[in-house]
């Protein structure tokens, strides 16, 4: 039985996506997770809210030179930003160790989620933690690892990895993160945990992941930022056993679902990445 984490959950939705928030709050009420929705920035209020000041092109651009997908950040990836900004600012405030974050489309898939934070909340030692639940990175050092409840594993990435679909912000990572936006604005995507080459996270905050990941982000649901403004229309997330990115089954769903086969994709992933999960123990 998954016991419910003791800690303050935010779910970040935009109030105008009623069927999202249904979705997820039928999810973890079946769980017994006791949540708080965080109503998402909405680019609808672009016009009037003034948190959106907080991002400037030339200075985001000055601050990553290297930064030629598009030039800038695309305003859906604005409001994500702003969103999560917001989740950090109440985590700060709100007198607990570490706050759960989660977005409307977050799937829990491991019974033992209590005793999974709590391990690695206490296996996190690093100055302002953050611990990735739902993450895409490229590798990470294999001497790491540290085992957690179960067959998962709390790694360091070393290698490019973002996604903010669920994780774990510690309180001096939360006034971290805030005060960064407050004082510099947003100089870079929010995902950005560890981005080499631009101006990433990994310089302020300690990241940590867990592998698998114990949470997913729904396929079937549309990406709120691609329908705010980023190319395409997909919602990219590992499948059933995720340990990182290429490696571990992809499913792309936009219109359709297309899983690629799993067994070749680990094979590939696993020869093409410097990180390779450590042996489970024999029974």
Same mark, same amino acid.
């Given at each position: 039985?998954?016991?419910?984490?003791?800690?303050?959950?935010?779910?970040?939705?935009?109030?105008?996506?009623?069927?999202?928030?249904?979705?997820?709050? /039928?999810?973890?009420?079946?769980? /017994? *997770?006791?949540?708080?929705?965080?109503?998402?920035?909405?680019?609808?209020?672009?016009?009037?809210?003034? %948190?959106?000041?907080?991002? %400037?092109?030339?200075?985001?651009?000055?601050?990553?030179?290297?930064?030629?997908?598009?030039?800038?950040?695309?305003?859906?990836? *604005?409001?994500?930003?702003?969103?999560?900004?917001?989740?950090?600012?109440?985590?700060?405030?709100?007198?607990?160790?570490?706050?759960?974050?989660?977005?409307?489309?977050?799937? @829990?898939?491991?019974?033992?989620? %209590?005793?999974?934070?709590?391990?690695?909340?206490?296996?996190?030692?690093?100055?302002?933690?953050?611990?990735?639940?739902?993450?895409?990175?490229?590798?990470?050092?294999?001497?790491?690892?540290?085992?957690?409840?179960?067959?998962?594993?709390?790694?360091?990435?070393n290698r490019e990895t973002m996604l903010t679909g669920g994780y774990l912000l #510690?309180?001096?990572?939360?006034?971290? *993160?805030?005060?960064?936006?407050?004082? !510099?604005?947003? @100089?870079?995507?929010?995902?950005?945990?560890?981005?080499?080459?631009? #101006?990433?996270? #990994?310089?302020?905050?300690?990241?940590?992941?867990?592998?698998?990941?114990? @949470?997913?982000?729904?396929?079937?649901?549309? #990406?709120?930022? !691609?329908?705010?403004?980023?190319?395409?229309?997909?919602?990219?997330?590992?499948?059933? %056993?995720?340990?990182? /990115?290429? /490696? !571990?089954?992809?499913?792309?769903?936009?219109?359709?679902?297309?899983?690629?086969?799993?067994?070749?994709?680990?094979?590939?992933?696993?020869?093409?990445?410097?990180?390779?999960?450590?042996?489970?123990?024999?029974?």
């Amino acid at each position: 039985m998954n016991t419910p984490p003791r800690l303050p959950v935010l779910v970040i939705s935009l109030r105008r996506a009623p069927v999202r928030r249904e979705q997820v709050r /039928g999810r973890l009420d079946a769980l /017994g *997770i006791p949540f708080t929705f965080l109503d998402a920035t909405d680019l609808r209020d672009a016009g009037t809210d003034p %948190d959106f000041r907080r991002y %400037d092109r030339a200075r985001f651009m000055a601050h990553n030179p290297g930064y030629r997908k598009k030039d800038h950040l695309a305003p859906g990836e *604005i409001a994500c930003a702003l969103s999560h900004y917001r989740a950090a600012r109440i985590a700060a405030a709100s007198g607990h160790p570490w706050t759960l974050i989660l977005e409307d489309d977050a799937v @829990i898939r491991t019974p033992r989620l %209590d005793e999974l934070i709590s391990a690695a909340t206490r296996l996190a030692t690093g100055p302002r933690p953050v611990i990735l639940l739902n993450s895409w990175c490229r590798g990470a050092h294999s001497p790491s690892a540290r085992r957690l409840p179960g067959d998962a594993r709390l790694i360091r990435p070393n290698r490019e990895t973002m996604l903010t679909g669920g994780y774990l912000l #510690s309180a001096d990572a939360a006034r971290a *993160i805030a005060a960064d936006i407050e004082t !510099a604005g947003i @100089i870079r995507g929010i995902d950005w945990w560890i981005a080499p080459g631009l #101006s990433d996270w #990994s310089h302020l905050l300690s990241i940590y992941a867990v592998k698998p990941d114990p @949470i997913l982000q729904d396929a079937e649901l549309p #990406s709120m930022i !691609a329908a705010a403004g980023r190319p395409g229309g997909g919602n990219l997330h590992a499948g059933t %056993d995720p340990w990182f /990115g290429p /490696g !571990a089954g992809l499913v792309w769903s936009r219109r359709k679902w297309y899983r690629l086969p799993r067994n070749l994709l680990t094979l590939l992933g696993r020869r093409l990445l410097d990180y390779r999960p450590p042996p489970r123990p024999r029974p």
